[in-house]
């Protein structure tokens, strides 16, 4: 894995920056080039218009040989007619290297050509000065600059690219590799940590960087799946306690009946198997509820009118207290209506255990949010235990016996029901008794003739 992430790294990040330095450096080395061989043909021209300056001054002496000593520089001099009168020593016999016509105004000129006839195959500056008091044309040229200027410039430009290039790439080799050194520390610890030890943290770098960002984010991940890990063991462990609670409840009773067969009163036995079955099917429904929901499995969504919903549902169950509910009209949200009946029925059969006398049902619209509350006129809960209701599995002692505690899972497959539905449950203040306050989206407002308020059930 190592080597594997070094050369996708560290290798190609080296690669990356000797080949943009490199390629940097190749366009400033063209620039210097260009700017180097502007001003050497700049240099040369002035070095031809030099030697046709000094002879012009032998012509203006009348002092002109007919073969010119100029080394450095080919010259001719043409006379009114277009004879060559005068040349330096490499240009004698040689046709002219030019052949245009006088102005007679004084002027100069300067071109560059790979034609001339006195230079067959070589490309050269020409610089022809027309003397105007006399009938000469002077002529002087040089080879042109190559476009490397020279080659040793040439050479050191190229070898101090590269070695730039390569100083670079090294650097950045030097300098991956050690920003990826914390990698091998990160990788060595998640490699070691197994679903059985999850305590084991990443090691953090020093320096405030992107790999102490990263080390960060992993032990927070590291935190978050300790913490859902170590909740699926108690849930496992809640839950197996639970199950095995009737099941050897059941049993003993069985096992005591086989004992004394005529000592036993069988409808009674039946009653009691009865109630222990029906405490097993309450406790795998919900199971099978909270699993549905920790999936996250997505369920068919519609138009529900949650004053409706709750008038509908509170009709047709079987109520143990009696009922009051403020349903306001036109309360419409989007939903899952079995998971939102859930949610209610949970919340209402809470209510019947702890209340006194009433259980109170109210629908509302908050600003941009429905509002469901239920409220018992039973002894509440304290503030330090209200999110401990919402734990899977907890009941508090006063609903610690088997007869008018729940399953413990009622409240928290009701809070994740009003999650999934973009909401909240909670616990608010109340004057007396418990207030369960759920609030959910207002998706699709509409105002519907629904539900009469403050109607009663018993």
Not at 121 to 129: G, T
Not at 297 to 312: C, K, M, P, Q
Not at 349 to 367: I, Y
Request: one cysteine or more; aromatic letters at 4%.
């Amino acid at each position: 894995m190592r080597l594997r992430r070094d050369w996708s790294v560290r290798t190609r990040m080296t690669l990356l920056s000797g080949v943009v330095i490199g390629l940097l450096s190749l366009g400033f080395c063209g620039l210097i080039l260009l700017g180097l061989h502007k001003h050497a043909m700049s240099e040369r021209v002035d070095r031809v218009l030099l030697a046709d300056l000094r002879v012009a001054h032998l012509i203006a002496h009348n002092k002109l040989p007919p073969v010119i000593h100029e080394r450095t520089t080919a010259i001719q001099v043409v006379d009114g007619k277009g004879r060559i009168v005068a040349a330096s020593e490499q240009m004698v016999g040689k046709p002219r290297m030019v052949n245009v016509a006088r102005s007679g105004d004084g002027m100069r000129a300067t071109w560059v050509t790979c034609s001339s006839p006195a230079f067959p195959h070589s490309c050269v500056i020409v610089v022809a000065l027309d003397l105007a008091a006399r009938q000469e044309i002077i002529f002087g040229a040089q080879p042109v600059v190559p476009w490397y200027v020279h080659p040793r410039l040439l050479i050191t430009l190229l070898g101090g690219s590269g070695l730039l290039a390569a100083a670079s790439a090294i650097g950045a080799y030097r300098t991956v590799g050690k920003a990826l050194n914390p990698v091998d520390g990160v990788v060595h610890e998640l490699a070691e940590i197994t679903a059985t030890d999850l305590g084991r943290r990443v090691p953090v770098p020093e320096h405030h960087d992107e790999m102490r960002g990263l080390a960060e984010t992993v032990n927070q991940t590291l935190d978050r799946l300790e913490a859902a890990v170590e909740q699926q063991r108690r849930f496992a462990s809640d839950a197996s306690h639970d199950l095995r609670s009737p099941i050897t409840a059941m049993r003993l009773q069985l096992e005591e009946a086989q004992l004394h067969p005529d000592e036993t009163d069988w409808p009674k036995m039946a009653e009691a198997q009865e109630a222990s079955l029906d405490r097993l099917e309450a406790i795998v429904t919900d199971l099978l509820a909270l699993a549905r929901l920790d999936s996250c499995a997505t369920s068919a969504e519609e138009r529900v009118d949650l004053g409706e919903l709750v008038s509908y549902e509170l009709g047709r169950r079987t109520a143990r207290r009696r009922i009051e509910t403020n349903l306001q009209p036109g309360v419409v949200i989007r939903g899952n209506r079995l998971q939102l009946s859930r949610l209610l029925t949970n919340l209402v059969d809470n209510a019947e255990r702890h209340a006194a006398c009433t259980v109170t049902v109210s629908v509302r619209r908050d600003g941009d949010e429905a509002v469901l509350e239920v409220q018992d006129d039973g002894p509440g809960i304290p503030p330090g235990q209200r999110e401990v209701v919402f734990e899977r599995f907890a009941r508090l002692d006063t609903a610690r016996n088997k007869e008018t505690g729940g399953t413990g899972l009622g409240l928290p497959i009701a809070r994740q029901i009003a999650a999934q539905h973009g909401g909240t449950l909670s616990i608010e203040d109340s004057e007396q008794g418990a207030r369960f306050v759920v609030r959910i989206p207002l998706r699709e407002p509409e105002r519907l003739v629904t539900a009469t308020a403050g109607s009663r059930l018993r």
